[in-house]
């Protein structure tokens, strides 16, 4: 039972951790932050091909309502594929921003099995796409 316990502790510390360290995209962006869970949200101006290198993930791009780009890569075999999406899509996102000089990157945007990460969304057109 005690260990019970400690694992419980050591779990809600992690997830308090990440919850001081949550900022805006563009917050994060200025302060060249990086492992910070973001949340915002932005339309479609660009939409690449799948990454199907290693996981495979569905990457496009936001412009947020500042002007900042960011780059979001969904893990797809982690969580379904946003559906019918196209330029000018209004997308709701919340996962883990990494910092780069063209806007920044945002990942996470799915939930952890292992039960590890805080977990993250898309929001595309009424669906959560956790």
Not at 5 to 27: D, R, V
Not at 59 to 76: M, Y
Not at 93 to 99: D, I, L, M, T
Request: with cysteine; net charge neutral; hydrophobic share 40%.
């Amino acid at each position: 039972m005690k260990h019970f316990f400690l694992l419980f502790a050591l779990t809600l510390f992690s997830l308090c951790s990440y919850a001081q360290n949550e900022h805006s995209a563009a917050s994060a962006y200025v302060s060249q932050a990086s492992d910070v869970q973001v949340s915002g949200s932005g339309v479609v101006i660009k939409l690449l091909a799948d990454d199907t290198v290693g996981s495979r993930h569905q990457r496009f791009i936001l412009k947020l309502p500042d002007g900042q780009t960011l780059l979001i890569a969904h893990n797809i075999d982690l969580a379904p594929k946003l559906s019918s999406l196209a330029i000018g899509d209004h997308v709701e996102f919340y996962g883990e921003y990494q910092w780069n000089r063209k806007g920044g990157v945002v990942h996470w945007t799915h939930h952890d099995p292992a039960g590890r990460h805080p977990n993250g969304w898309l929001k595309h057109k009424g669906m959560t796409y956790p």
